[in-house]
């Protein structure tokens, strides 16, 4: 099983972040993918590893954190994707939960990571909150036909699904697909798992029934389980699908 979204150091693991992994190596984690909020989150990643599951790096700035004034070039944003170690941009995207005040300065910065992702042919990520429609718009704008990414944590309708899908995107299926007034599951029941992969965004939402508790890569297994019940799919298919899904985005062979 792969996590294709977990920020694992967080603080929130600061103390027990061995017995997290020990854990995501038991229930099956074989690969988890670490996207940045900004770049001081790159050291922080480098300090982490276990033996059985290996954790791939990639670089960004989120978008709340463009809200509290972080910003960068496109230079230096190249500098770091074009590194072998770092499997793709972000993350990245648009988030108008908070405000309102940061549209312009976030839809730059999401323009500006995909240029990079084009650049060195790595998926961008791609952070979406009461931002649909300007997320899809700009995504198209910037689709040359070699603009990959993810739409993490998906949480569209099946139209909105289908869309991300036509512009190249793949959905990120998370714990909110779990959630039972979300409607999520009604959606992505009826979106091609040809085109879906799994994720935590660990330490945040966590998928019932650890809702509300903080999330860790172990509870993966729980998305995937809801996703096998909603599509109907055996829970060993789910996985296969999946996993071959991610590496083949991420270009990472799996050893
Ligand atoms: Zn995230």
């Not at 170690?85 to 972000?90: A, E, F, Q, S, T």
Request: hydrophobic share 35%; charged share 30%.
């Amino acid at each position: 099983m792969i996590d294709t979204h977990c920020h694992l150091y967080a603080e929130q693991f600061e103390k027990d972040i061995h017995q997290v992994l020990d854990r995501a190596a038991k229930a099956g984690v074989s690969h988890i993918f670490m996207p940045a909020i900004n770049y001081d989150s790159l050291p922080k990643m480098d300090r982490l590893s276990h033996p059985d599951i290996e954790l791939h790096k990639l670089a960004g700035i989120h978008p709340t954190d463009i809200n509290e004034g972080t910003t960068t070039t496109e230079e230096e944003l190249l500098d770091y994707c074009q590194q072998d170690d770092i499997v793709g941009v972000g993350e990245t995207g648009l988030d108008y939960y908070w405000s309102d005040d940061y549209k312009s300065e976030q839809q730059k910065s999401l323009r500006l990571h995909c240029r990079v992702a084009k650049q060195v042919q790595k998926p961008v990520i791609l952070h979406n909150r009461e931002s649909t429609e300007d997320l899809l718009q700009i995504i198209k704008e910037e689709q040359n036909g070699s603009l990959k990414g993810i739409w993490h944590c998906f949480n569209g309708s099946v139209e909105e699904g289908k869309r991300a899908i036509d512009l190249g995107l793949e959905l990120g299926i998370g714990g909110v697909m779990t959630f039972k007034n979300a409607d999520v599951d009604d959606s992505v029941a009826q979106l091609p798992i040809d085109n879906m992969m799994l994720e935590t965004d660990a330490p945040y939402l966590a998928p019932e029934p650890k809702r509300g508790k903080r999330n860790e890569p172990s509870f993966v297994k729980h998305v995937a389980q809801r996703l096998a019940d909603v599509q109907e799919l055996d829970l060993d298919e789910i996985i296969a699908t999946t996993d071959k899904n991610a590496l083949e985005l991420f270009g990472v062979t799996s050893s």
